[in-house]
């Protein structure tokens, strides 16, 4: 499947990235004989990240694009990273939950679909923010530990971690953040 020259609008963009999505999964029906779960699509990645597909009890298959590198690399982007994340769900459905993201059935979709079966895309991603988490120390019985933000809200939330070495839980009182 080959896309169309990309509008040069974004909301032309990303309602291209969702019909070629739908395309990709109707080929996949076709192909394999299984009609993959219909996701939700949403452009709101952001970072160095192209896509990815997630899936949750409550809302099930999301698939979720980067807005700004869909409109800096539209070709590049509609002829691999939709494929890829497509193939991804294809894949799932195929092979169940614990097949390997990038493994070798992830990598025939990727052929079926007529696209590189990279596992990172190339793109220029200068001047993109990034999120930078902060880093808190913890200690226990053998060494100092720094964990992130995220997990650290973990534990203020009730959450115990335990040092891999010496089994103690992390935690106490955390030290000032790290940056």
Aim: charged residues 20%; glycine residues 6%; positive net charge.
């Amino acid at each position: 499947m080959r896309p169309r020259a990309a509008p040069s609008d974004s909301s032309g963009l990303q309602q291209q990235a969702v019909a070629l999505t739908r395309q990709f999964l109707a080929l996949a029906s076709r192909l394999f004989g299984s009609e993959p779960t219909t996701p939700s699509i949403r452009f709101d990645l952001r970072g160095k990240s192209a896509g990815q597909v997630r899936y949750t009890e409550r809302d099930g298959f999301l698939i979720r694009y980067n807005s700004l590198l869909l409109e800096r690399h539209p070709q590049e982007f509609l002829s691999q990273t939709v494929p890829h994340e497509a193939a991804h769900l294809v894949a799932f459905s195929l092979f169940g939950p614990r097949v390997p993201p990038h493994g070798r059935e992830w990598r025939a979709v990727m052929a079926a679909f007529g696209a590189r079966p990279d596992r990172c895309h190339s793109f220029s991603v200068e001047g993109l923010q990034t999120r930078r988490l902060r880093r808190y120390h913890y200690r226990c019985a053998c060494r100092t530990h720094h964990l992130t933000s995220i997990r650290h809200n973990r534990i203020l939330s009730g959450q115990v971690y335990l040092c891999k070495q010496c089994g103690q839980p992390l935690g106490c009182e955390p030290e000032p953040p790290v940056d």
